[in-house]
C-alpha cells in the first residue's frame, strides 16, 4: 500500500473513532435529598387489675352477690376485677380474650372434682364490652367478671363420678385466668 493511501486511511479511522466518541449518549440529571423525620410508634397494654377481696354467690344463685364460705354442687360463684385499657395507633385493633377453660387442680383426695370457668367483660355503665379494641378504647376501664360453676354431679355408681362424695369438705384452688389484649390485622 502506497504511503498516500495508508495517510488516507489513518485519517479516516482517526476521524471515524473522533466521531464515535462525539455521538456518546449525554443527558442531564439532578437529585435532591427528602428530609427525613420521627415517627411515633403506639402502644397496648392493660393496667393492673383491682379484684374484689372475696368470692361472692353470681346472678341466678341463691343468695346472689354474697359472700362465699362453703359452696355445694350447683354454686356459681364470682368476682369482679377491673382494669384501664392503653391503646394508641392511628389503626390498631386488638382483642381482649380469656380462656374458655382454666386449672381447677383436684383437691387433695378427690378424683372427681369438676368446675368450669367463664369470664365477661362489661364497661363502666355496665354494657358489654366490645371485645375488638381500637385507639378510641383508649382509657376506658373494663370490669371482668370471672364466674366459677360447681356444677351438680353424677350418681356415685356412674362410668364417670363427678363431684361425687369425695368433694365434700375439701379447698380447691382456682389457678390465675390471664386475661390478654393481643394486637391483630386492621
Known sequence: MRKETKGAFAAGTAAVLLLGGAGSLAYWTDAEDIEGGSVNTGSLALGTSTCGAVWVYADGNAGAGTTVTTIVPGDAVSKECTFSITATGDNLTAELTSP??????????????????????????????????????????????????????????????????????????????NVTLTQTES
Open 100 to 177: 374458655t377453660t382454666t386449672v381447677i387442680p383436684d383437691p387433695a383426695g378427690t378424683t372427681s372434682f369438676d368446675a368450669t370457668v367463664a369470664v365477661s367483660y362489661e364497661d363502666a355503665l355496665g354494657a358489654a364490652f366490645p371485645t375488638t379494641i381500637t385507639e378510641s378504647n383508649d382509657g376506658d376501664v373494663v370490669t371482668a367478671t370471672i364466674t366459677v360453676t360447681f356444677p351438680f354431679g353424677t350418681d356415685e355408681d356412674a362410668e364417670t363420678v363427678i363431684n361425687g362424695n369425695d368433694t365434700q369438705g375439701v379447698t380447691a384452688t382456682l389457678d390465675g385466668i
